[in-house]
């Protein structure tokens, strides 16, 4: 330490105890970054390559009854992929969406799996009060009439591409309908009832899907009617897993850039749907919020947790700036 104070910097006109007092502080900051950078690095390794995850048959389905997942937005995207992933580990599916083509092919898909498959066509934008509602519950209830329903994955979200001063009202409130509403009232119809399997003895469990961009940390660009409808689903996710957490497993999985129909466009870090996917589920009853897969836990430490982050961040931005140009303009062909 002596020798350090007596070669820092002469120009600079520190007494000898200040340059004690600045080594001292940088020695600390340097150990602290580095015991966490060591903690956060093995805590990964735990999460995502040692860990192993729960047979999610043996978790949520009892031996005697057949067991139903039911998904929403699940005829494209990161939606089909959790009833395929789900199907394959055994359970039947209830997927609901509003494209009726693609759900065909979809339903073919996953009757091909050798499981039970049944689907609600319905539009969640039209969701706008009791009365609409009501009209859907109707059709839930019909659908899911008898079954042991043991997941629940609220997945389906529109996208909103518009600033708040170009959007259309209709689309505003779209975006609540569909990911702020549909989800709550989804969590509200089938809590009361994986309640009562929790006192059978059975655990239930509800994935509710959130977005980066509904983070305050992470920049939404222009899409900010997006970030904050699905910012609702968050806060609520928290709040049911402060609720019924010791019953119900309840975990808000937060997608990053992942190649689908909604976002087509090559962002860096970009993951599939089945890696996405394939982490939540094998994550299902260990954690409560993710990001899913290891590479997006790297890069959200990269920008947001490590120190001096900002500078990657800011490089990631740039480089992702004309992807979300690319991404605007595919909306806009879309919607016109
Ligand atoms: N992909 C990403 O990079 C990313 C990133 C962060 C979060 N997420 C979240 O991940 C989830 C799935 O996204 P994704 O990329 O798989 O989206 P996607 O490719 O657009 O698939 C969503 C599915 O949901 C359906 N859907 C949309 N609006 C609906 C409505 N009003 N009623 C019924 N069904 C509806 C879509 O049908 P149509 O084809 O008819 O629209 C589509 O089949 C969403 O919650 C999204 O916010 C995705």
Not at 73 to 85: L, R, S
Not at 87 to 100: H, P, T, V, Y
Request: aromatic letters at 10%.
């Amino acid at each position: 330490m002596e020798t350090l104070c007596n070669n820092f910097p002469s120009k600079l006109t520190f007494g000898h105890d200040a340059k004690r007092t600045l080594l001292v502080g940088a020695f600390a900051l340097g150990t602290y970054q580095g015991v966490k950078l060591t903690g956060n690095f093995l805590a990964g390794v735990w999460k995502h390559l040692l860990r192993p995850g729960y047979d999610l048959k043996k978790r949520y389905a009892s031996d005697s009854s057949e067991c139903w997942a039911v998904v929403t937005g699940a005829a494209m995207g990161i939606g089909k992929e959790y009833a395929k992933q789900l199907g394959r580990r055994g359970f039947n599916i209830l997927a609901i969406d509003k494209d009726e083509s693609e759900m065909e092919k979809t339903q073919a898909e996953l009757s091909r799996l050798g499981i039970k498959v049944k689907t609600i066509i319905w539009d969640f934008g039209k969701i706008s009060n009791a009365e609409s509602y009501e009209a859907f519950e109707k059709e839930l209830k019909n659908a899911t009439n008898g079954l042991d329903i043991g997941i629940l994955v609220n997945n389906a979200a529109e996208f909103q591409q518009e600033s708040l001063d170009m959007i259309s009202v209709d689309r505003l409130f779209r975006a609540s309908s569909v990911n702020s509403l549909t989800p709550a009232l989804l969590a509200r119809y089938f809590i009361p009832k994986m309640l009562a399997r929790y006192n059978n003895g059975l655990k239930s469990a509800i994935i509710n899907v959130g977005t980066n961009a509904a983070e305050i940390q992470n920049p939404r660009y222009k899409f900010a009617v997006y970030g904050a409808s699905k910012a609702y689903l968050h806060i609520l996710s928290s709040g049911m897993r402060e609720v019924w957490g010791d019953k119900i497993d309840i975990m808000t999985a937060i997608p990053r850039q992942t190649k689908t129909p909604m976002c087509p466009v090559d962002y860096c870090f970009t993951a599939t749907p089945r890696a996405h996917v394939n982490a939540i589920l094998s994550q299902l009853g260990h954690e409560s919020e993710t990001y899913g897969t290891m590479t997006h836990d790297i890069e959200y430490y990269m920008r947001f947790g490590m120190f001096g982050g900002f500078v990657i961040d800011n490089m990631i931005q740039w480089l992702n700036e004309g992807e979300s140009k690319k991404l605007i303009s595919a909306y806009e062909r879309r919607m016109s």
